[in-house]
């Protein structure tokens, strides 16, 4: 099997200071893959190096057949790949639809000139993606916040919302950074069914989570951080076995392990 | 089908009704003159309601594209020969290529640039009208050639005086432009814009290309404020480089704020109250500067969403 997304080596330092350095992974279509390691251990900032917000100081970032190394993020959605944010980056004076409808930027774009005209071709384009929208807000179960302003939501639902747009670029692969923190139960277990569903339909899944129940319940593969190094890789049940592994929860933070065991 | 007033309908609504009934309450004349100058400022205010209220973006030298529009519509007729309709059209042209070859660097940047970047611009468009004494006759001024519309409205029977020529004129103007603005409010670009005023990294990961949809919103609302200059300057029949100063740049996105910057009927609105005051109180016109920092001010601390907005929410408050 051809690896969908590959990190060859991904480095990158923030004055001086190492937050990632030489990480390598293969994400492949139709899997979880998770990125886990203790706080600050540099998931977001891989996350942002593998998305073209950082851009990386060593290291290649490889889609399909294309170098993609510090694309710039439109770029990249171009070309399938979508993502949501740990700390929620909603459109908050737009409703929930018209959140969920700019996730069909690519596909609803056209000239300004049309879109100022208000010309047919203009509104069927806006026509098609708010249909489109309308569907996957029904499969977040968001349907009936559809005309609320995005700010006024709860967070697991924002957290559902933010899914919602990074859907609706039809992605191949889809990066998820900490899609169930600040939810409750419920919430993480809807969260977590709309991953493996979406996985299940052959997209590649990149997973920063916190919430270790989850990732050891729904990851096909993990990939351990600790210090901006990987020291760890493989199934669930081995890496949660692994000394290393153990070391690092236990070393830098007792607590966290022990939350996560709970 | 069915007819919904969808917000966009009712504003259009709005404003024709507010265009059309107003004539009745003019105690004289003369308040056409004042009411076109409203429409006038509102089309200018229109752009930037798009630039700032649906992009986020802040220009400070928007009236250094007015000042363009202006002097095209008395240039172009005397040194090109082109009839005042088609000098505006030029200054419209113009003012947009400025504005993608001014934008287009700047706005790759992130950040306040284009606000400064505005600022230079509008003062060097400011500097060469007052410079150029030759080509723009300098601080004292130029005159514009008629637009000859009105003339042709009379032969054909229709005996307007200029005042009401050019409240109409410029009222349908108003709503045409109103028009735009709100097609564009729910057109893809439109959204795009206003995505990327509420988080610039997520309308960039949804794939929009974040700098090119502020040009395209830059350009538009340069058209806009040109169109305004040009107007302005056929209806006095004469202009001077004011209409490119830093002050009438103030001007707009004061009035802009004052009606609620996202709203294209608060743009109608904020340029009505803020052209009318210097009519109402002629000490106004003394201390227009104190009066318009601090109607910023007061607008900034107190009602953020601006006055219409803010008005129409405590009356709907009261309604439920």
Redo the contacts between chains.
């Keep these: 099997m051809t690896a969908l997304l590959s990190v060859e080596g991904l480095g990158i330092s923030f004055g001086g200071l190492k937050a990632v350095s030489d990480v390598s992974f293969t994400v492949q279509p139709g899997e979880i893959t998770s990125v886990i390691g203790p706080n600050g251990a540099g998931k977001t900032t891989l996350f942002n190096m593998i998305?073209g917000?950082y851009q990386p100081g060593s290291g290649r970032v490889v889609l399909g057949t294309e170098d993609v190394t510090g694309m710039?993020?439109?770029r990249?959605?171009?070309r399938g790949m979508?993502?949501t944010?740990q700390n929620l980056?909603?459109?908050?004076?737009?409703t929930v639809l018209?959140n969920a409808?700019?996730?069909f930027?690519?596909a609803?774009?056209?000239p300004?000139l049309a879109?100022?005209?208000?010309l047919p071709a203009?509104r069927r384009?806006?026509a098609q993606?708010q249909a489109g929208a309308r569907a996957l807000l029904a499969r977040v179960g968001l349907d009936r916040a559809a005309e609320r302003e995005a700010g006024n939501l709860s967070y697991g639902a924002l957290k559902r919302l933010e899914i919602a747009?990074?859907l609706?670029?039809s992605p191949k692969i889809l990066l998820l950074d900490e899609p169930a923190a600040g939810c409750n139960a419920v919430e993480t277990e809807e969260i977590d069914h709309l991953i493996a569903e979406v996985a299940k339909s052959g997209v590649a899944i990149l997973l920063v989570e916190h919430d270790m129940k989850m990732v050891m319940r729904i990851s096909n593969h993990i990939v351990v951080l600790d210090h901006g190094e990987k020291i760890a890789e493989g199934d669930p049940a081995s890496v949660s076995r692994n000394p290393a592994v153990i070391a690092a929860y236990l070393g830098t933070d007792a607590e966290e392990a022990a939350h996560a065991d709970g | 089908m069915t007819m919904k007033l969808t917000p966009k309908t009712a504003t259009l609504l709005v404003l024709v009704a507010l265009v059309v009934l107003s004539p009745v309450l003019f105690p004289s004349g003369y308040y056409y003159r004042v009411g076109a100058l409203i429409f006038v400022n509102a089309i200018a205010v229109t752009g930037i309601v798009i630039l700032t209220g649906y992009a986020g973006q802040i220009s400070l030298g928007h009236a250094g594209f007015a000042g363009i529009g202006a002097y095209a519509c008395a240039l172009a007729p005397v040194h090109l020969g082109l009839h005042p309709s088609l000098a505006l059209l030029l200054g419209a042209s113009v003012s947009a290529l400025l504005a993608f070859l001014v934008g287009r660097p700047i706005l790759r940047l992130k950040g306040y640039y284009l606000g400064v970047a505005t600022l230079g611009f509008g003062i060097l468009i400011s500097m060469v009208l007052n410079n150029e004494r030759q080509l723009t006759g300098g601080p004292d001024g130029i005159e514009v050639p008629e637009l000859g519309l009105r003339a042709l409205l009379n032969d054909m029977g229709l005996d307007l005086t200029n005042g009401q020529f050019w409240y109409w004129f410029c009222g349908i103007a108003v709503i045409l432009g109103a028009w735009l603005a709100l097609n564009l409010h729910g057109s893809p670009t439109g959204r795009a814009l206003r995505a990327l005023h509420g988080s610039e990294v997520a309308a960039r990961t949804v794939g929009i290309h974040v700098a090119r949809m502020k040009l395209q919103a830059f350009v538009v609302s340069a058209v806009y404020a040109s169109v305004s200059g040009s107007l302005l300057a056929l209806q006095n029949k004469f202009i001077t480089p004011d209409v490119a100063g830093f002050m009438h740049s103030i001007e707009m996105v004061t009035m802009a704020v004052l009606g609620g910057v996202g709203s294209v009927l608060g743009a109608v609105f904020g340029a009505a109250v803020l052209t009318l005051l210097p009519q109402v109180l002629t000490v106004f016109a003394e201390y227009e500067q104190l009066v318009l920092g601090l109607v910023m001010m007061l607008v900034m601390i107190f009602l953020p969403q601006g006055l219409l907005p803010s008005i129409l929410r405590r009356v709907r408050g009261k309604d439920e």
Excluded at chain 1, 89 to 94: A, H, N, V
């Design positions: 998305s917000i710039a993020p439109h990249l959605a171009r979508s993502r944010f980056q909603i459109f908050q004076s737009m018209e409808i700019a996730g930027h690519l609803e774009r056209g300004v879109d100022l005209l208000g203009s384009r806006a993606a747009r990074a609706a670029l």
